[in-house]
């Protein structure tokens, strides 16, 4: 049974900057895997923040855009999430997510929670002011 892991959080002043990585371990089933970052704060629903497509295509969610940037082994079910100037208002439990992106199940997937199959258990990231 294949595991992701979430590493690389913690804690920064505002303006600071993070990397958070996610890696998977066991035997992959698929050749090809749609990775994402999602986040969920206290009291609030889990939002996607960035999207890695099986193509090399990315997607952000607004409140990111510029800041953090997405990268990642499609293959090998890896992520990472670059995060610049980070503001207190990023301060959630940090998760990365995959689903099968070969064959059948086509190359692309949105950055919704129920686009994902497999997550990991989630990262703190906590910004102060």
């Known amino acids: 049974q294949v595991q992701w892991v979430e590493s690389g959080g913690g804690s920064v002043q505002a303006g600071g900057s993070l990397r958070l990585s996610c890696t998977a371990s066991?035997?992959?089933?698929?050749?090809?895997?749609?990775m994402a970052w999602f986040r969920q704060a206290p009291g609030k629903e889990r939002a996607g923040v960035a999207l890695?497509?099986?193509?090399?295509?990315?997607k952000y969610a607004d409140f990111v855009k510029g800041r953090f940037t997405i990268s990642g082994d499609n293959t090998r079910a890896t992520v990472s999430l670059e995060m610049l100037n980070l503001k207190p208002e990023d301060s959630a439990m940090y998760y990365c997510a995959a689903a099968p992106c070969s064959g059948l199940y086509g190359g692309s997937r949105t950055l919704v929670r129920h686009d994902f199959d497999y997550w990991g258990q989630g990262t703190q990231v906590t910004v102060s002011s």
């Open positions: 066991g035997h992959l089933a698929y050749s090809l895997y749609c």
């Open positions: 890695l497509n099986s193509d090399g295509s990315t």
